[in-house]
């Protein structure tokens, strides 16, 4: 039975290697294949194929959802915030952010307003380590306002720095978690805003 079983197995054995070869040779002939059926494609298909620009951009956005009140007054805001990076290098990543924010507030007794912000400008980002990134921004924002029960437009330019945790694989999906400190809100005495500002997003790509 010991000798039946030997032979068996040993054509068993080089069935699979010929078999393994066999396919690995097949791949061999596709891939030669490729560069000369890319020659002969249509310049119209070659056009469409992802350029490598394509391939460094990754995207990202942020909602804003908050309400608040106190006194006889009250408030709620609504925000959206796109943006879009490109990995220059290694970790490094820079590219565009656009930021808008409805806020409607209450005073009983007085009024109410609905109070529209944009927010436009430019970020580097580097990620140093697993999901750990530090994140700086330049923008110049056009907001309104009430001061004295008016309600008026203003304007001005944030520097803002930071860092964040992405949870997600690179490349891939995921949602994260940013702490910012914006340096004209902390200059400017007139502003009841809080310097720190939280953000929670989501990104896919990075």
Not at 11 to 40: C, G, H, Y
Not at 77 to 96: A, C, D, R, T
Request: glycine share 12%.
């Amino acid at each position: 039975m010991e000798f039946q079983k030997r032979p068996t197995l040993l054509l068993t054995l080089m069935l699979l290697i010929f078999l393994v070869q066999s396919t690995a040779a097949q791949r061999r002939d596709r891939e030669r294949e490729k560069p000369r059926a890319m020659e002969n494609l249509p310049e119209k298909v070659k056009e469409e194929k992802p350029t490598d620009f394509k391939s460094h951009l990754w995207f990202g956005g942020g909602v804003n959802i908050g309400y608040g009140g106190y006194n006889g007054y009250s408030s709620f805001n609504f925000g959206l915030s796109p943006m879009v990076g490109y990995k220059v290098i290694g970790p490094l990543s820079v590219g565009p952010r656009v930021a808008y924010d409805l806020t409607s507030i209450k005073l009983v007794g007085y009024g109410s307003w609905a109070l529209n912000s944009f927010d436009v400008g430019a970020f580097v980002r580097c990620r140093v380590v697993s999901g750990l990134f530090f994140q700086g921004e330049l923008s110049n924002q056009w907001f309104q306002n009430v001061i004295n029960l008016t309600k008026i437009n203003d304007q001005r330019t944030n520097q803002r720095i930071g860092a964040g945790w992405n949870f997600g694989q690179r490349g891939g999906t995921g949602s994260e978690i940013t702490i910012l400190y914006n340096f004209e809100s902390a200059r400017d005495i007139n502003s009841n805003l809080n310097p720190v500002e939280y953000r929670f997003g989501f990104t896919w790509k990075f």
